[in-house]
């Protein structure tokens, strides 16, 4: 093996490879919730990006806790995509 991948010439450079293999931030979190667009259509839970970007002041460290703990494997995504959110109005 070692001497076929000696004849391919690599196509990742050094910065690239850099940029690729550092930690996410949570400033990379924001920025992603921030640069959705946000009338799209809602997911499961039936919010959509507008209010994860409205009510950001106020979910925004818990979801950057979770997505983080996804990206390094700390939290399982399985249990993730079966979540269902339901938000209970105040009386």
């Known amino acids: 093996m070692d001497i076929i991948l000696d004849k391919v010439q690599p196509k990742v450079t050094c ?13 990379e979190v924001y920025m992603v919730v921030k640069d959705m667009g946000s ?5 499961l ?3 959509s990006a507008m209010f994860y970007q ?5 979910i925004g460290l818990s ?7 996804l990206l390094y494997g ?3 995504s399985h249990s ?4 269902l ?3 209970i109005p105040k009386v």
């Open 85 to 87: 959110v339901v938000l």
């Open 39 to 43: 009338d799209k259509s809602p997911s």
């Open 74 to 76: 700390y939290a399982n």
């Open 80 to 83: 993730v995509n079966s979540t």
């Open 15 to 27: 910065d690239m490879n850099g940029y690729l293999i550092h930690l996410y931030s949570s400033k």
């Open 54 to 58: 409205n009510c950001w002041h106020i």
């Open 63 to 69: 979801v950057i806790r979770v997505v983080l703990d």
């Open 45 to 47: 839970d039936g919010l």
